[in-house]
């Protein structure tokens, strides 16, 4: 990859996009191409072959998803499904119709069946049945993934398909009910500051274990993805599709998770864990052996992820 090179991010302005275009800034890379979703509907394929017919691509990043906690997930199905859906096959065309160099697709760990064995392989995909509070999105995701091996075996497209563990960071969606566990846990604990409440309420039992990685973790791992010569990739995969997880290796209960936010906030509350709720998967931990082959290694543990992205949200945004 040269720094010349037209590299275009969908999703920029996201939680990963947004990591992953400031980590190509600092290395140099001018010629990044960015559309805010307002002008380009990604889900509309005709908009999108407009919209690039005269611009040169040479790498993708598809970091644009529809993306939620639990509750969303399991509430708009319909939407988490057609949405992926429609976004992943306008890009994947893109990629075909441009012949681009590289294209970097984003899935997630909820791809892998409920109750597979863990530290989940990436041989696990289509081994059992999913966990249905995110099925759809996790269905939609694995069509994607399907998607790619077709145009990757018969096309001979280039594409690294990445399964992150759960993703946090600064430019999440920070919404108490339907967002990711950690800006939920989060948003709900500045509520309690700012309302003086004693207790925060927090869905499910609090038992399940979670595997954490930073977005700018994450960000690097893509990058790494993005330079990896074919023919490394090749070695490593047996030139199948480079279908790779990327976790930590450390792992957390949501209780213990809670404990640690209430903690940097200095909150005193009672956290009170609604057991009416779902947990969804008990344990999802990744094993991420094969992004270590192409040279990446996780850099931020989650205390200190944490502890800064909560340092930054009391000083720059919420609790003055």
Excluded at 17 to 44: A, E, V
Aim: hydrophobic share 40%; glycine share 6%; proline share 2%.
């Amino acid at each position: 990859m040269k720094k010349e090179d037209n590299i275009y991010i969908a999703g920029h302005k996201g939680l990963v996009g947004s990591s992953i275009l400031n980590l190509l800034k600092l290395n140099g890379y001018k010629n990044i191409i960015t559309i805010d979703r307002k002008k380009l509907d990604l889900r509309d394929y005709n908009k999108v072959m407009k919209f690039f017919s005269k611009r040169k691509l040479d790498y993708m990043i598809m970091a644009a998803a529809k993306a939620g906690g639990i509750l969303a997930n399991n509430n708009y199905q319909k939407d988490f499904f057609l949405e992926n859906i429609e976004i992943q096959n306008s890009l994947l065309q893109l990629a075909l119709s441009k012949k681009i160099k590289r294209t970097i697709f984003l899935g997630t760990s909820c791809i892998y069946p409920k109750f597979t064995k863990t530290p989940i392989r990436e041989s696990s995909l289509l081994t059992g049945k999913l966990e249905k509070t995110n099925q759809c999105y996790a269905i939609a995701k694995i069509a994607g993934i399907k998607l790619c091996e077709a145009l990757f075996e018969n096309h001979n497209i280039d594409i690294v398909c990445l399964m992150p563990t759960n993703v946090y960071g600064q430019n999440d969606h920070f919404d108490k009910d339907y967002g990711h566990v950690i800006p939920a846990m989060i948003s709900k604990v500045e509520e309690a500051i700012k309302k003086k409440k004693k207790s925060i309420s927090l869905l499910g039992t609090g038992q399940p274990m979670r595997e954490f990685i930073h977005t700018d973790d994450l960000a690097n791992a893509i990058f790494q993805s993005l330079k990896v010569s074919k023919q490394k990739l090749n070695k490593i995969f047996k030139k199948n599709l480079p279908l790779i997880n990327v976790g930590t290796g450390d792992e957390i209960s949501i209780k213990n998770l809670a404990n640690l936010i209430t903690k940097y906030y200095d909150y005193k509350g009672n956290i009170i864990f609604d057991s009416t709720f779902p947990d969804g998967t008990f344990k999802k931990n990744l094993n991420s052996s094969l992004i270590k082959k192409i040279g990446w290694k996780h850099k931020i543990k989650l205390n200190k992820g944490l502890k800064d992205l909560i340092t930054l949200r009391r000083k720059k945004y919420v609790l003055q």
